[in-house]
């Protein structure tokens, strides 16, 4: 995709590449991504798959002989968001989803973005979204950004749908951001913003939403379900790990030093380097 089609959350001088989730029962897991969610399968492996839109890897699946299911308060995903082209792709979602009686969890006006909760059959989290254009955000003079959460009138939005057969998530579509499950805010903010170097754009009760290049948020934190939570143990389903690419080399650079200082363990790997947020999940940092 040009750089031009892409958008503005892939634009920024770092943004979220894709999630691994570790699951028990892959083909119930993998099926409900692939026939409930629109991604498709772009490789297979021995313990798991690949999925995506358009050739373009946004989610990884693995299992395992030993997996246990996470609890509701442990930390991890909150949920994987995925943003698709435009409004009418989210209202063609919507009307799939509706035509399959899919039980939604949520769905909300965030005044930058419009979006749909839903969970995975293993209780992953999973938001469905679209952005307003930038131009039509209300940036605050400290640069943060006004966000709510008002109803979204899913009516209107279904009424909108194309009518037209729904074949899965439009090209384009994208991991717009990550939402976490962590033990405690301003420890969240000492590692995300402090030491990685993303700047808090907004701020709920329990929650910080972290960002690069004024976007809404491109990794948010919350103790919602979780206060208190101590590092995940590795053979949990899941969030294992997910990416953040920088598309600015010095951003990544001052990263790295960031995690040297601090001395935080990190290790070289084909995709870049490889860390632990301090309750244990993974994030690789990609050039």
Known sequence: MSAAAQPFALTRPAHVRGAHLIVGDLPLVSGFYQKI???????????????????????????????????RNAAGLFHTAFLVPNRQELAHWLAHAAHNDIRLDGASDHLVSEAIYLSDPEGNG???????????????????????????????????????????????????????????????????????GLKVMARYPGASFFATGDYHHHIAANIWNSRGARAREGNLTGLSDYTVRFNDKAALDRAVSALDAQEIATRKTAEGISLKDPWGIGLTLAA
Not at 52 to 60: C, K, S
Request: aromatic share 6%.
């Open 37 to 71: 969610i629109g991604l498709q399968v772009i490789e297979k492996t021995a313990s798991g798959e690949v999925l995506g839109v358009g050739g373009q890897p946004l989610l990884m699946l693995t299992t395992g002989n030993n997996v246990a299911r996470a609890p």
């Open 126 to 196: 999973i938001e469905i979204y679209r952005d307003r254009r930038p131009e039509e955000w209300n940036y605050r003079p400290d640069g943060t950004v006004s966000m709510a959460t008002e109803r979204l009138n899913l009516q209107e939005l279904y009424g909108s749908a194309p009518q037209t057969n729904w074949n899965g998530m439009a090209e384009g579509t994208a991991v717009g951001h990550i939402h976490l499950q962590v033990g405690d805010i301003p420890q969240a903010d000492a590692f995300y913003r402090d030491v990685l």
